[in-house]
């Protein structure tokens, strides 16, 4: 089983950056592909970013490769999601979420990340 706790969420202008920190509990940890997503107001629940067990593969949506990083350290059970050259439209509530079984089985409580212009 899994627990997932963001932090690091906050209003920022564009141009700046956020680092977002997920920390996890549970022995699956390293095992599990882990992800980021975010929802904006009014919109569905979309994939931001993933990483494997291993962090040897990284996957990116379109609309962040270039500005986001995630990373993670096994070692602590945390997750990380650098952000860099925000823009408004990144304004959304970011869910960190742990693979299990093939599914996005657990998920955290959202952090929300506000860009102002």
């Known amino acids: 089983q899994v627990q997932l706790v963001e932090s690091g969420g906050g209003l920022v202008q564009a141009g700046g950056s956020l680092r977002l920190s997920c920390a996890a509990s549970?022995?699956?940890?390293?095992?599990?592909?882990m992800g980021w997503f975010r929802q904006a107001p009014g919109k569905e629940r979309e994939f931001v970013t993933s990483?494997?067990?291993?962090?040897?593969?990284?996957y990116y949506a379109t609309s962040v490769k270039g500005r986001f990083t995630i990373s993670r350290d096994n070692a602590k059970n945390t997750v990380y999601l650098q952000m860099n050259s925000l823009k408004p439209e990144d304004t959304a509530v970011y869910y960190c979420a742990a693979e299990v079984g093939g599914a996005w089985r657990y998920w955290g409580q959202g952090t929300q990340v506000t860009v102002s212009s």
């Open positions: 990483i494997n067990w291993s962090g040897t593969n990284t």
């Open positions: 549970g022995r699956t940890f390293s095992s599990s592909t």
